[in-house]
């Protein structure tokens, strides 16, 4: 079955950068737009970024434009989100996404999620 499992959460200083990756199995990935959202307790699941299958095309948050990068290798079937300049506003649990149609800006457009990434920012 379809497997995405995220990594490299953990807590850093305001300011700091974190690497988030994104493992995926199951699928094509190579066929398969991917997606990055996050999720702060009470709050509704933001998009964050989102990448088309070659890569070619990429979307950001305004939240997170010029701080944030995502980028694939698929070669290693995975999708990466590099954060720097971080912010406590930026606190929230990270999740990857996978589309099989074209890359989309809507978490419910999205066919398969991973479990999350827990990501804190300490001011």
């Known amino acids: 079955q379809v497997q995405l499992v995220e990594s490299g959460g953990g807590l850093v200083q305001a300011g700091g950068s974190l690497r988030l990756s994104c493992a995926a199995s199951g699928l094509t990935f190579r066929n398969y737009a991917m997606g990055w959202f996050r999720q702060a307790p009470g709050k509704e699941r933001e998009f964050v970024a989102a990448i088309s299958w070659s890569g070619s095309m990429k979307y950001y948050g305004d939240s997170v434009k010029g701080r944030f990068t995502i980028s694939r290798d698929n070669a290693k079937n995975t999708v990466f989100l590099q954060m720097n300049s971080l912010k406590p506003e930026d606190t929230a649990v990270y999740y990857c996404?996978?589309?099989?149609?074209?890359?989309?800006?809507?978490?419910?457009?999205?066919?398969?999620w991973g479990q999350g990434t827990q990501v804190t920012v300490s001011s």
């Open positions: 996404a996978a589309r099989a149609q074209m890359v989309h800006t809507t978490p419910s457009l999205y066919d398969y």
